[in-house]
């Protein structure tokens, strides 16, 4: 209880302003959960409530019908995710996936709980929806990317966004992955990836891609 | 004044809850405006203000550098567009297009005046808010077909929503207005379209596409 109601005082503004049985009803109807790397944790089916990513890293991505998926973002420490607690906000009619990338831990408040609080107090409810705006926005600019945006852009974009991610020029990733965080083919990205190698950009193997010469990548972006 | 007050108390579920030198000042800060067939209301670039559909048609687009357009959605009579505010709600960090798809009449509430009177009502804040998500689950739904769908499917899709809403069974677009809708190439469309032809399923002129056959469309939606 006590670990629930230290972490949302730090991160919900509206902390302050509700009472302290309301306080008291959403640590309650809080749990714990680990999850570890590769899980899905929610399948977009039911409403699975609001979750707090403690530590960690979850992906929020769509699927079409034949398994094909595209990432929309990640959530990390101190992240909030209201699209699988969807039910909370009715203006939501579409569903996500979200899978842990890594061992992660979740400090999840049940959807009922959360509605329920949320009914008598305007100031969650605008936070709530401006989390789900804020999300708008991301999924918007990965629209942008995948419909407009050549593919030596977008991947010279990833690369570079997970080497300032990981403090590091090792992504340790494999082509597959790549693929499937681009919603693209691995083919396509295998293709592109060498590419960047006769181009001196990157250093290619089975498992990862080291960056060589950041100001080339970064020139592909520009 | 009183055109606008009329209007409002129809479609603004806050209306009562807010004081009349609030309402008065909504209606003092509004503005009647038409636009042709074919201009562009907001370009993205600034606040152009809480935007009330009064007749017509606005298309909301994204475009990338190169000129490709995407649409997201459109608006009808009744309609509300929160994205040309977006200064209202800061979590909107993207641009969308809007252009007059036919002659249009609108009742536009400048975003200050909008604003400022939502600053101290929290309901015009959800409101608003919830306008935004709302237009986020179009824009997933949009954002799975392009990604997702074949083809042939999004195509049968578009024509049998057009003639639904013009309750027609011909279409009076071209080709390339069509493709334009779509977030496709001409040629793509054109292909498709003899496709549909060939099989009995529309009659395709260079200014119309005509359904002759609606149930071997509906099948290929299904």
């Known amino acids: 209880m006590e670990a629930f109601e230290e972490a949302y005082k730090k991160s919900f503004p509206f902390w302050k302003d509700i009472s302290e049985n309301e306080r008291e009803y959403l640590c309650r109807h809080s749990t714990r959960i680990n999850y570890s790397k590769g899980t899905t944790i929610h399948d977009g089916t039911d409403c699975s409530g609001v979750f707090f990513i403690r530590s960690g890293c979850l992906r929020v991505y769509i699927m079409s019908e034949e398994g094909k998926t595209v990432t929309l973002y990640r959530l990390h420490a101190g992240d909030m995710c209201m699209l699988s607690a969807s039910c909370v906000i009715q203006a939501i009619t579409f569903d996500v996936l979200i899978d842990a990338e890594e061992d992660s831990e979740c400090y999840v408040i049940s959807s009922s709980a959360f509605a329920s609080v949320s009914e008598s107090n305007p ?3 605008i936070f709530a929806l401006e989390l789900a705006v804020t999300r708008f ?3 918007m600019w990965v629209m942008q990317q995948i419909l407009f945006m050549s593919l030596d852009k977008r991947l010279a974009i990833f690369l570079s966004d997970e080497s300032a991610r990981l403090d ?15 919603g693209s083919a691995r083919e396509v990205v295998s293709r592109m990836l060498k590419y960047f ?11 990862e891609v080291k960056i060589l010469d950041k100001q080339k990548l970064r020139r592909l972006i520009l």
Chains 1, 2 share one sequence.
């Open 168 to 182: 590091s020029d090792i992504i340790p990733l494999t082509h597959e992955q790549i693929a499937k965080y681009m």
């Open 123 to 125: 100031q969650i409810k």
């Open 137 to 139: 926005s991301d999924v």
């Open 197 to 207: 190698s006769n181009e001196g950009i990157i250093e290619s193997s089975r498992k």
